[in-house]
């Protein structure tokens, strides 16, 4: 009885182990499951950083024989959460994603200025592969011009109003980078933030003067939860300038509410008086216009889109930035 008894809690005891032993090799098959799957999908996308447009074109020839789309964002370096948002955007409406990474000396008037334009190339590819770029191209001078660029391009009446004349031959120098790029990658969409508003006019009219065959696509401005719209040349800013510069922002915020109960000539003059009050700041221009032309308009009745730009030096540092009083 005794013997009988021993076997049957023997056993019962070796069922229990085996009971338990399975359940803790279930539960450690679950979580190293789901440990591998958070694991991957933490990986980020290993992009691959070109430097010769050969090796650029092959890879976009792999993708274009696999019937991949491409989507392409112009930038000149100095890469922040502006760039990326035009990048994540990019991803997700198309296949392949480049990014160029290239400062073009053909579009700055000013040389210093040219020579204080931050360089970060490592920490943009950083910020590019997060974001979700495939590509990123960043050539050399030579090797995005071989011969002298010496193309002469006319957007008027778009380049003969605000940037235009204070920056000449800046759109110029724009328009022959970007059809470079365009002629390079043979895109399917590009990607350019509205913050550059006047630009973006200009490209599309490029767009439009050489037949391309692709889409412009204009991205909202992204700004500091403070307001302040991004730049690279946000960097060049002290501490002290920084917090002047919000009363850019904050000035052509407030003229909202004020465009509503006065003429669009008062809001203009609001706008300039503002600036002219803020410390550590100097207005260059602020234009109300329409939209699409880039004219001047004296009328809130003159035209169904309507906005409003401004460049604003603050200490050595310029800075644009725009609204819109009716999009």
């Known amino acids: 009885?005794?013997?009988?008894?021993?076997?049957?809690?023997?056993?019962?005891?070796?069922?229990?182990?085996?009971?338990?032993?399975f359940f803790i090799i279930r539960q450690i098959k679950r979580n190293f499951a789901t440990e591998i799957e958070y694991t991957l999908e933490s990986v980020p996308n290993k992009m691959k950083v070109v430097h010769t447009t050969n090796d650029l074109q092959n890879l976009l020839q792999k993708a274009r024989n696999e019937g991949k789309s491409v989507g392409l964002i112009?930038?000149?370096?100095?890469?922040?959460?502006?760039?990326a948002s035009?990048?994540?955007?990019?991803?997700?409406?198309n296949d392949v994603t480049v990014v160029s990474i290239f400062v073009n000396p053909t579009q700055f008037n000013d040389l210093n200025d040219l020579q204080k334009y931050p360089r970060t190339l490592e920490a943009d590819c950083q910020l590019l592969e997060c974001a979700g770029a495939n590509i990123a191209f960043a050539p050399s001078v030579e090797e995005v011009y071989p011969e002298p660029d010496t193309r002469q391009f006319s957007f008027a009446p778009l380049d003969t109003v605000m940037e235009g004349p204070r920056r000449p031959g800046h759109f110029n120098g724009v328009a022959q980078?970007?059809?470079?790029?365009?002629?390079?990658?043979?895109?399917?969409?590009?990607?350019?933030?509205?913050?550059?508003?006047?630009?973006?006019?200009?490209?599309?009219?490029?767009?439009h003067q050489l037949h391309l065959p692709l889409e412009i696509v204009g991205c909202p401005i992204v700004r500091e939860a403070d307001g302040l719209a991004?730049?690279?040349?946000?960097?060049?800013?002290?501490?002290?300038?920084?917090?002047?510069?919000?009363?850019?922002?904050?000035?052509?915020?407030?003229?909202?509410?004020?465009a509503e109960k006065h003429s669009l000539v008062q809001t203009k003059e609001y706008v300039e008086q503002c600036i002219?009050?803020?410390?550590g700041l100097t207005l260059e221009y602020f234009e109300i216009v329409n939209a699409l032309s880039m004219q001047r308009i004296s009328e809130w009745t003159e035209t169904a889109k309507i906005q409003g730009c401004?460049?604003?030096?603050?200490?050595?540092?310029?800075?644009?930035?725009?609204?819109a009083y009716k999009a």
């Not at 056993?11 to 085996?18: A, M």
């Not at 035009?86 to 409406?93: D, G, I, N, S, Y």
């Open 1 to 21: 009885m005794r013997q009988r008894y021993k076997k049957k809690w023997v056993l019962r005891t070796l069922f229990l182990n085996n009971l338990i032993i």
């Open 74 to 83: 112009p930038t000149m370096g100095a890469l922040h959460a502006g760039h």
């Open 86 to 93: 035009l990048v994540t955007r990019a991803a997700k409406e």
């Open 177 to 207: 980078i970007v059809s470079r790029l365009f002629d390079l990658v043979n895109p399917d969409r590009a990607y350019f933030g509205e913050k550059d508003f006047q630009q973006l006019a200009i490209i599309r009219e490029m767009v």
């Open 230 to 258: 991004l730049s690279s040349r946000n960097a060049l800013l002290s501490s002290s300038e920084r917090t002047q510069a919000l009363a850019i922002s904050q000035t052509l915020f407030a003229s909202l509410n004020y």
């Open 276 to 279: 002219a009050q803020a410390p």
């Open 310 to 323: 401004i460049t604003v030096h603050c200490g050595s540092v310029r800075l644009i930035d725009n609204i």
